[in-house]
């Protein structure tokens, strides 16, 4: 019997890996999980009970997350994005999370985008995507993201802002001792600077396909 189907998708902030984990979830009926939304979500909970993610244990605002913090809406500011980045990089927070992110996709497979699924979560996971794109294409996603006025006469300094933002997170994010942000050995990695969310999805399906199609999982 072949195991049930884990697609890990990888990448910096903004690349669009959650934007295609979604929709391959949807197009190949598997369950989803944003494991970026468990790490905002520690990070929220810190900022609200007045702790410094720099300086305190996060374990146990870890330890109390529960499926409706993940439904907040102010989970994508940028303290959160740095809280995130901040309370990610703590042992203690990982190990408990770790144990939440496998189990949600052990029995029925799934898709799962993060900074460590092909690397630390899932390391056999059938298929493994590194999605990324360059930090100006990214911050012009993120600014748009946040719902911006586009007419804004300083756009041009929110996205530059922004991207300085971005860039710090990748340099925490990846230089970090604790799971590194870094694409798996045996990940396809994907430049999204000059594709469509069309085109990225159609290419992540063709590797799945190949991929999954020769281990007998779909």
């Known amino acids: 019997m072949s195991r049930a189907l884990v697609i890990a998708v990888d990448g910096p902030a903004a690349a669009g890996k959650g934007t295609l984990a979604r929709r391959l979830a949807d197009a190949l009926g598997l369950p989803y999980l944003d494991t970026g939304l468990l790490y905002r979500a520690v ?30 809406g102010d989970l994508r500011v940028p303290e959160v994005d740095r809280a995130a980045s901040l309370v990610a990089a703590q042992q203690a927070v ?25 690397t630390v979560i899932f390391p056999d996971a059938q298929v493994k995507l590194f999605i990324t794109a360059s930090p100006a294409a990214r911050a012009r996603r993120r600014w748009e993201q946040l719902a911006r006025d586009p007419d804004a006469p300083d756009r041009e300094a929110q996205i530059a802002r922004v991207e300085a933002e971005l860039v710090a997170r990748d340099a ?47």
């Open 43 to 72: 990070g929220r909970r810190m900022l609200d009970a007045g702790l410094d993610p720099a300086a305190q244990p996060a374990d146990e605002q870890a330890r109390r997350v529960t499926p409706e913090d993940l439904k907040r």
């Open 94 to 118: 990982r190990a408990i999370l770790v144990d939440v992110q496998r189990d949600f996709a052990r029995a029925a497979g799934g898709v799962l985008d993060g900074r460590d699924i092909g």
């Open 172 to 218: 925490a994010d990846a230089g970090r001792a604790v799971a590194p942000l870094k694409a798996a050995a045996d990940a396809v990695v994907i430049d999204t600077d000059q594709m469509t969310a069309e085109q990225v999805l159609a290419e992540a399906l063709r590797l799945v396909r190949v991929r999954a199609g020769a281990l007998g999982t779909v």
